[in-house]
């Protein structure tokens, strides 16, 4: 079974600080994604990344994946009090005919002016 | 999220009683899920949808629970004898066409009491 570990859970940084929230997962996968959530609201798409080494970035938010590590890191560069929100990253599974993201329990990130 | 509409956005209702979601991918997707969001178990898929093909049933918590969809678009989530534990946030899903990412609706915010 596909388990998707992501830490920290809480997270609480001052602005303009640096810090990375990390993701593991158990099986082989070759897509991976980090969702944003605001409270009350529902899941903003941030970044797919569909194979080793990938590398993506938009604003202070930066994503890679290592397949072989099973891991993927959401770097935070000099965070900003708008990045305050639930990260989530998430795992695609594919079985048989079907397939399914199979979620992490979320990073809950404050920044503190 | 563009792309997916849900209704009702909030819905309470009464233990025991029988309630429908809808979903209505404005796009015309092939591919829909439905996912649960609750604080105690995160993020789970329910229901994965796709074109002709038998739905794939098998993150359902209950017989209380089925979806069906209809004419390939509008999938509809019924939940039979609600119960407390019922209460959580439903978000249907529809995997994007070109760039292998998954856009979420808004959800539907479910209360029994």
């Known amino acids: 079974e596909l388990k998707v570990e992501q830490n920290p859970l809480f997270l609480s940084m001052q602005e303009g600080k640096n810090y990375t929230i990390y993701c593991n997962y158990s099986?082989?996968?070759?897509?991976l994604y980090w969702y944003r959530q605001d409270p009350g609201k529902s899941l903003e798409s941030l970044f797919v990344?569909?194979?080793?080494?990938a590398v993506k970035q938009e604003g202070r938010l930066m994503a890679s994946l290592d397949t072989k590590a099973r891991l993927s890191t959401l770097h935070i560069t000099a965070a900003v009090h708008d990045l305050s929100a639930t990260y989530f990253c998430?795992?695609?599974?594919?079985?048989?005919?079907?397939?399914?993201?199979?979620f992490g329990k979320g990073t809950k990130l404050t920044v503190n002016p | 999220g563009a792309g997916v509409s849900q209704s009702p956005s909030n819905k309470v209702t009464e233990k025991g009683k029988d309630v429908e979601l809808r979903c209505d991918p404005i796009?015309?997707?092939?591919?829909l899920y439905w996912y649960r969001q609750s604080l105690g178990q995160g993020l789970e898929f329910l229901i994965y949808?796709?074109?002709?093909?038998?739905?794939?049933k098998s993150g359902l918590p209950s017989d209380r629970f089925s979806a069906e969809r209809t004419g390939g678009s509008v999938s509809t989530l019924t939940i039979q004898r609600t119960q407390q534990e019922d209460s959580a946030v439903y978000l249907c899903?529809?995997?994007?066409?070109?760039?292998?990412?998954?856009?979420f609706g808004s959800g539907t915010r479910l209360t029994v009491v």
């Open positions: 796009s015309g997707h092939t591919a």
């Open positions: 099986t082989t996968s070759d897509r």
């Open positions: 949808f796709q074109g002709n093909s038998a739905p794939d």
């Open positions: 990344l569909l194979s080793n080494g």
């Open positions: 899903a529809v995997r994007d066409r070109y760039n292998y990412g998954y856009t």
């Open positions: 998430a795992v695609l599974r594919p079985q048989g005919g079907s397939e399914k993201l199979v």
